[in-house]
């Protein structure tokens, strides 16, 4: 059995397999692009909504009949899926998603890399992350021999060389590309191609389409994250309680703005990383260089 061969010992269910996968990008709308379709009449998206089961092997390890079971209250749904927006980031991850699922249909949101990034950081800062975003951003830019190997911000953005990765494995008609600044400004027009791309009615409107899921964010006590983390509370503690225990122990945040100076140098150091995804893409992403 090789690395991307889930096991085969895991009891059997009565679930289904998606039929679609939101898998990147982190921090681009992801969550409200999931929530937007599990209101559709004709969707099941699961519960939990990053299942982690491709990139994460203890949770692969438990095979594709427990990965079943996660959409065992699918019914008759026309399509089926989850969001994990990591699984576009290793080949590892995308080869046991090819394996398992070769024919998903496949959702990737992407948003301005810069944006992404600083999102990204303040994320992290309710964890490990101690360093100010312009020093771990120059850490990246700028690396020399001595620069530790640490949690990296913008290589998140590099979005083409991950989506050639999901290209060679899947028909490039198998994946949508949704750019987030396109679907604040054209909310129904972009809802009705994602529902188009994995099949079901596009022209049903969710109540809330439009309202922003995971908005930013404090932790109420910062000692609580670190320690489900090292206690691994997500395998440990009954299915489900970590994710709800963590949920409330966040409140609003808004982070301060980027500081010019640093959004410039950033601006150049993805310029060209943006016209190779726009050639590619085939249409134009001069919104991102600002």
């Known amino acids: 059995m090789s690395r991307r061969d889930p096991p085969r010992h895991a009891v059997a269910t009565d679930g289904r397999l998606p039929t679609f996968l939101i898998i990147g990008a982190p921090k681009a709308g992801t969550t409200s692009l999931a929530s937007y379709l599990a209101a ?30 996660r959409f065992r209250d699918s019914g008759k749904a026309r399509a089926v899926g989850e969001a994990s ?19 998903a249909r496949l959702v990737v949101v992407l948003r301005n890399p810069i944006d992404r990034a600083y999102s990204h950081y303040w994320w992290e800062r309710t964890l490990t992350e101690r360093r100010t ?52 400004s054209s909310l129904d027009a972009i809802y009705a191609e994602v529902c188009r791309h994995i099949g079901v009615d596009d022209t049903f409107r969710p109540p809330h389409l439009g309202a922003v899921e995971n908005q ?29 225990l963590d949920k409330l122990n966040r409140k609003p945040m808004v982070y301060s703005p980027m500081d010019d100076q640093l959004r410039a140098e950033l601006v150049a150091y993805f310029t060209e990383p943006n016209r190779a995804l726009a050639r590619w893409l085939g249409r134009d992403l001069s919104v991102w260089n600002r």
């Open 40 to 69: 559709h009449p004709d969707v099941f998206v699961a519960d939990e909504k990053e299942i982690h089961f491709f990139d994460r092997y203890f949770n692969f390890k438990k095979g594709l009949d427990w990965y079943r079971g």
């Open 85 to 103: 927006p990591t699984y576009m980031y290793r080949d590892l991850w995308l080869d046991r998603l090819e394996h398992a699922l070769p024919d």
């Open 133 to 184: 975003f312009a020093d771990a951003a120059h850490d990246e830019m700028r690396p020399t021999a001595e620069t530790p190997r640490r949690r990296r911000y913008l290589e998140g953005g590099r979005y083409l060389e991950r989506l050639e990765k999901v290209c060679e494995r899947f028909p490039r008609e198998a994946l949508l590309v949704v750019v987030l600044e396109d679907f604040k």
């Open 216 to 244: 930013a964010y404090a932790l109420r006590w910062e000692w609580l994250r670190p320690a489900l983390y090292r206690t691994r509370a997500w395998r440990r503690l009954p299915e489900g309680m970590a994710s709800r």
